[in-house]
Antibody, heavy 115, light 109 residues
Framework: EVQLVESGGGLVKPGGSLRLSCAAS????????MNWVRQAPGKGLEWVSS????????YYADSVKGRFTISRDNAKNSLYLQMNSLRAEDTAVYYC????????WGQGTLVTVSS | QSALTQPASVSGSPGQSITISCTGT?????????VSWYQQHPGKAPKLMIY???KRPSGVSNRFSGSKSGNTASLTISGLQAEDEADYYC?????????FGGGTKLTVL
């Protein structure tokens, strides 16, 4: 059974940093591209970033480019999102999701940016 | 990176059919056969319902179908059931990015 479990969310002050993790199981993690998608409270879904299976291709939404860094460790079956210079508008539930079609999603981790 | 356009809400009675549209551009929906649709119930993670425009993942009811014409994709739900009430999002691959629609709230009357 495919499972994706996010962690690392919490309350952080504007300008602060946070690192999210996504632990994958039930499939050959190293063979699949991965994504981060977020959802602000009461709002719609927003794609944040994607990374190819070997980390050769990495893409970001304009809204996070230069502040967020996606990475992965295939040996640990884990996906990461380093978030720096956080703003109030980054407050959201962050989901990790598998491949371009986003076929499997985790349960999400809440990031709150507030002073 | 503009969002795809969906109606904010649609409604229908049990047993009826409804269609949700998703309008993009020639750079996203119109260029790739990579439109997907997600169902999201309150407090839950999104669930893939349709991928590559019209394909259903294993386990998704055949009451759900997808299509595309030009820059507009559509999701049709036939034989509406109470449990179909949820938010629905379209999504399109757009080269170096992925775009979502703003979401459509489906109410089953």
């Amino acid at each position: 059974e495919v499972q994706l479990v996010e962690s690392g969310g919490g309350l952080v002050k504007p300008g602060g940093s946070l690192r999210l993790s996504c632990a994958a199981s039930g499939f050959t993690f190293s063979s699949y591209s991965m994504n981060w998608v977020r959802q602000a409270p009461g709002k719609g879904l927003e794609w944040v970033s994607s990374i190819s299976s070997s980390s050769s291709y990495i893409y970001y939404a304009d809204s996070v480019k230069g502040r967020f860094t996606i990475s992965r460790d295939n040996a640990k079956n884990s996906l990461y999102l380093q978030m720096n210079s956080l703003r109030a508008e980054d407050t959201a539930v962050y989901y990790c999701a598998r491949v371009e079609m986003l076929d499997y999603w985790g349960q999400g981790t809440l990031v709150t940016v507030s002073s | 990176q503009s969002a795809l356009t969906q109606p904010a809400s649609v409604s229908g009675s049990p047993g009826q059919s409804i269609t949700i549209s998703c309008t993009g551009t020639s750079s996203d929906v119109g260029s790739y056969n990579l439109v997907s649709w997600y169902q999201q119930h309150p407090g839950k993670a999104p669930k893939l319902m349709i991928y590559e425009g019209s394909k259903r993942p294993s386990g998704v009811s055949n009451r759900f179908s997808g299509s595309k014409s030009g820059n507009t994709a559509s999701l049709t739900i036939s034989g509406l059931q109470a449990e179909d009430e949820a938010d629905y999002y379209c999504c399109s691959y757009a080269g170096s990015s992925t775009l979502f629609g703003g979401g459509t709230k489906l109410t089953v009357l």
